[in-house]
C-alpha cells in the first residue's frame, strides 16, 4: 500500500515516514502542499496524510481540490489546531479523519487501516482470498489454519495479492506499493519476495500469468 505524506515539519515528516515504512507501507514524503497535486495525479495512492498548515498551497486547499476533481481518496487531516471549530472545518471539507499534533504513532496506523477499511467497504478486519487470510492490524498470514512466518515486506505483497482478489498484479503494481520514490529498488526485488512466498505458502497457491504478473489461486 501506498501513502502520500505531505508535512512541513521535518523532524515529524521523518518520524511518521520512518514509522509507516516500517509499518509496511510505501511512502511519498513531500514538504509543500503546491507538490501535492502532481503527485495526487501521477501516483495511485491508497491513503494521504496532510497537514494543513503548509508552505506553497494549504492542506485545505490540496483536500478541496482532490474533492471537487471527484477523487474519495481517503484522507488523513494532521494539524496543530486543535479547537472543535477547526475539527468541524476539516471534516466538512472532505477529510475522512483528523489527527491532533502530537499524536500516538500507532493510533495513527489504527486510524489509517480503520479508514482504508471504509473506503473500500471491507469492515472485516481480517482480509480472506482462497486458503489465504491476513489481519493488517497484527501483519499476520495464514494458510489455512496455519501462520506463516512472512518479512514485512512478504507481507505487504501478500496483502496486496488478497487484495486483488485472483486479479494479477504487475511487477510494476507490486513495486508501487512497496517502495517510495526515493528507495532503492532492486530490479529483480518483487521476484524474490514472490519466491519466498511460494516457498512459504505452497508454490501453486500465487499463480504467474505471462505478461500479466502474479495472482492468488482461488
Ligand atoms: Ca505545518
Redesign the pocket.
Known amino acids: 500500500m501506498r501513502i502520500l505524506l505531505v508535512?512541513?515539519?521535518v523532524s515529524l515528516g521523518d518520524a511518521v515516514a520512518a514509522w509507516l515504512r516500517l509499518d509496511g507501507y510505501a511512502v511519498d514524503w513531500l514538504t509543500r502542499g503546491d507538490q501535492a497535486e502532481l503527485a495526487l495525479k501521477t501516483h495511485q495512492y491508497d491513503v494521504a496524510l496532510l497537514?494543513?498548515?503548509?508552505p506553497g498551497q494549504s492542506g485545505d486547499a490540496v483536500l478541496r481540490a482532490l474533492r471537487a476533481h471527484g477523487s474519495s481518496l481517503p484522507v488523513l487531516m494532521i494539524?496543530?489546531r486543535d479547537t472543535v471549530p477547526d475539527k468541524i472545518e476539516g471534516l466538512d471539507l472532505g477529510a475522512d479523519d483528523y489527527l491532533v499534533k502530537p499524536f500516538d504513532l500507532a493510533e495513527l496506523s489504527a486510524r489509517i487501516r480503520a479508514a482504508i477499511r471504509r473506503h473500500r467497504q471491507m469492515p472485516e478486519t481480517f482480509l480472506k482470498y482462497g486458503a489465504v487470510t491476513i489481519d493488517p492490524a497484527t501483519k499476520q498470514a495464514w494458510v489455512d489454519d496455519t501462520l506463516l512466518v512472512l518479512t514485512t515486506r512478504e507481507f505487504s505483497v501478500l496483502h496486496a495479492l488478497v487484495l486483488a482478489k485472483g486479479r494479477p498484479q504487475s511487477r510494476a503494481q507490486l513495486e508501487e506499493t512497496l517502495y517510495g520514490w526515493n528507495e532503492e529498488i532492486e530490479s529483480n526485488a518483487v521476484e524474490v519476495h514472490i519466491h519466498h512466498l511460494r516457498r512459504k505458502l505452497g508454490s501453486h497457491r500465487i499463480r504467474t500469468l505471462r505478461q500479466l504478473g502474479y495472482a492468488l489461486a482461488p
Open positions: 508535512e512541513d515539519d497537514d494543513r498548515g503548509l494539524t496543530a
